[in-house]
């Protein structure tokens, strides 16, 4: 049987009331169990010691996680954040044409939709798709019906009309898009009650600027979709 605090004061008492050395026998008591309490608390502060180095050690390791839970060098998002612009695009107007000469880091088979309208951006003259190749390069004209009038030339970016492949970067709905800082000209549109997120690029092709090019420019990013 283990005896308590309690009882061990209640022993010292009695000893002191019969043999008047009850300090002596305290005193001998103590020592000998001073060992074995060093003992656990050494155990103790060891072992909180080791623990407390453990976390301090965790700690970046798992705020890293917490910030960026499945970032790695070769992930989606990264591959959007590599310092390479997603699509850059300059117009230029000829007497009878408007060209759009442009580069991209978008996948090879990546589609953009190009049109021509009219400057106050309210009918389609013309549009046709430019499927982005290996190199990333890409350019196309279109005949100008009106050599006196000014016209503006979209170039857009639509992620539900884009394979797997592509879809795998940018995102199903192109959250990727939305997501990097090197896409210009992001702007957000429903498809099938979905919201989805593309960029569009505007190049005016003026007739008082002719053989001139002009970089194409995209809206202000929205703070929310």
Known sequence: ??????????????????????????????????????????????YNLALLSTLLILTPIIGSYLVHPFSNDKSIEASLLNGEPVIQAT???????????????????????????????????????????????FS????????RKDYVLLLELFPHTQKQSVQKLIGRKGEN????????????????????TGFRLYGNIDRELINTERMMFGSLKSAVP
């Open 177 to 196: 898009l939305y997501n990097s800082s090197q896409v210009a000209g992001v702007y957000h549109y429903f498809k099938d009650k979905e919201l989805h």
């Open 91 to 137: 117009t230029q107007r000829k007497k009878h044409e408007a060209i759009v000469i442009g580069e991209s880091s978008l996948p090879n088979g990546t589609i953009l939709e190009a049109s021509l309208v009219d400057a106050r951006l309210q009918t389609i003259i013309r549009e046709e798709e430019i499927l982005i190749g290996k190199g990333g390069a």
């Open 1 to 46: 049987m283990q005896l308590k605090d309690k009882d061990y004061s209640r022993l010292f008492r009695e000893v002191d009331r019969k043999e008047s050395s009850s300090v002596e026998f305290e005193m001998i008591w103590r020592k000998a169990n001073r060992k074995k309490w060093t003992q656990k608390y050494s155990q103790s502060l060891k």
């Open 140 to 147: 196309l004209s279109f005949g100008i019906p009106e050599a």
